[in-house]
């Protein structure tokens, strides 16, 4: 029995040790093939990610270090058959931009057209989200929607209908008027007019996108805060101002940005309805690049597509700096 037992428990050591030495052989048997379905895993993932990579390389990339070095150069329509004979100018680009005046009128329009435009903008908009928000109950719907058409149609078609509109003979805002004994201007022909009517127009376009951000923003106040700032007392515009406001932030900083950025590059709407005049009173900076561009001028117009890009980054800080959560 004694003898049994312990050849028993010699047996079961025995095949313990075996079956702890060829533990390791077994991991690396079971180990090795994840290798090769790595391998399929990345080739995959780099297959379906090539055309959007030939796509980025060929339509952004590219166009991107090709702008660079015509900005720097002297590049014209005419070296487009010898791009290689251009020369390099440096920074000569970029000062011949600062002594037009020409290029400092775009400038100025297109500052007046953002530091007006795009603080009636998002006050618009956040005015009609509070309104459908709390004041406004039947027919919610249908105000969201009439709000964010003008957003989702062409640009063009939303120009082109203004633009005949506003003609002084025929269009519909002097006729009416004229109901009244009033006689319209000419809109677009006049300096004092034409970018005032585009800022309008931008207003109206684009206040449904504010509106719909803005307004998921309200819905996402927890009304336990406004309820416990009711009973302290405050007023409406106190709880507007004190609890919602702040809440907001994250919304009125996306809204603000995106807007900007649009703004600062606006060009369809001077193009289509007054090819940047009269008197250059509706020029923009970009609209100044496509001309220059037109004109031949690569390098002139590269050079102003960067100053558009450097405006944007600056006015895109300094919205972070002001909209940012302090917390």
């Given at each position: 029995?004694?003898?049994?037992?312990?050849?028993?428990?010699?047996?079961?050591?025995?095949?313990?040790?075996?079956?702890?030495?060829?533990?390791?052989?077994?991991?690396?048997?079971?180990?090795?093939p994840?290798?090769?379905?790595?391998?399929?895993?990345?080739?995959?993932?780099?297959?379906?990610?090539?055309?959007?990579?030939?796509?980025?390389?060929?339509?952004?990339?590219?166009?991107?270090?090709?702008?660079?070095?015509?900005?720097?150069?002297?590049?014209?329509?005419?070296?487009?058959?010898?791009?290689?004979?251009?020369?390099?100018?440096?920074?000569?680009?970029?000062?011949?931009l600062?002594?037009?005046?020409?290029?400092?009128?775009?400038?100025?329009?297109?500052?007046?057209?953002?530091?007006?435009?795009?603080?009636?903008?998002?006050?618009?908009?956040l005015?009609?989200?509070?309104?459908?928000?709390?004041?406004?109950?039947?027919?919610?719907?249908?105000f969201?929607?009439?709000?964010?058409?003008p957003?989702?149609?062409?640009?063009?078609?939303?120009?082109?209908?203004?633009k005949?509109?506003?003609?002084?003979?025929?269009?519909?805002?002097?006729?009416?008027?004229?109901w009244?004994?009033?006689?319209?201007?000419?809109w677009?022909?006049?300096?004092?007019?034409?970018?005032?009517?585009?800022?309008l127009?931008?207003?109206?376009?684009?206040?449904?996108?504010?509106?719909?951000?803005?307004?998921?923003?309200?819905?996402?106040?927890?009304?336990?805060?406004?309820?416990?700032?009711?009973?302290?007392g405050a007023?409406?515009?106190?709880?507007?101002?004190?609890?919602?406001?702040?809440?907001?932030?994250p919304?009125?900083?996306?809204?603000?940005?995106?807007?900007?950025?649009?703004?600062?590059q606006?060009?369809?709407?001077?193009?289509?309805?007054?090819?940047?005049?009269?008197?250059?009173?509706?020029?923009?900076?970009?609209?100044?690049?496509?001309?220059?561009?037109?004109?031949?001028?690569?390098?002139?117009?590269?050079?102003?597509g960067?100053?558009?890009?450097?405006?944007?980054?600056?006015?895109?800080?300094?919205?972070?700096?002001?909209?940012?959560?302090?917390?």
């Amino acid at each position: 029995m004694t003898t049994m037992s312990t050849n028993t428990i010699a047996g079961q050591g025995t095949e313990e040790r075996d079956t702890a030495g060829k533990q390791p052989a077994v991991r690396r048997r079971t180990s090795s093939p994840r290798r090769p379905a790595q391998g399929r895993q990345t080739r995959a993932a780099w297959i379906l990610a090539a055309p959007f990579l030939a796509l980025f390389l060929a339509f952004m990339l590219l166009p991107v270090v090709w702008s660079t070095l015509m900005s720097l150069t002297d590049t014209k329509s005419a070296d487009l058959r010898t791009p290689l004979n251009v020369s390099f100018v440096g920074l000569d680009n970029y000062i011949r931009l600062f002594e037009d005046p020409q290029f400092f009128t775009a400038l100025r329009n297109t500052a007046v057209f953002v530091l007006v435009a795009l603080p009636l903008t998002l006050a618009a908009g956040l005015a009609a989200a509070v309104a459908l928000n709390s004041g406004i109950r039947r027919f919610r719907a249908v105000f969201r929607v009439g709000f964010y058409l003008p957003v989702i149609t062409s640009i063009v078609a939303v120009a082109v209908v203004w633009k005949t509109l506003l003609e002084p003979h025929a269009g519909l805002v002097n006729t009416v008027l004229a109901w009244f004994g009033i006689d319209g201007p000419a809109w677009l022909a006049d300096t004092r007019f034409a970018l005032p009517v585009m800022i309008l127009m931008a207003v109206w376009r684009n206040l449904g996108t504010v509106m719909i951000i803005m307004l998921a923003g309200l819905q996402s106040v927890p009304h336990s805060l406004m309820e416990a700032a009711e009973l302290d007392g405050a007023g409406p515009w106190q709880r507007f101002w004190r609890v919602t406001f702040p809440l907001l932030r994250p919304a009125l900083l996306l809204t603000a940005v995106t807007t900007g950025i649009g703004y600062l590059q606006f060009f369809d709407e001077p193009f289509v309805m007054t090819d940047g005049g009269p008197l250059d009173s509706t020029l923009s900076t970009t609209l100044y690049a496509y001309k220059q561009f037109g004109n031949g001028n690569y390098d002139v117009a590269s050079a102003a597509g960067y100053v558009v890009f450097v405006l944007i980054i600056a006015l895109t800080v300094l919205q972070f700096r002001v909209l940012r959560d302090k917390d």
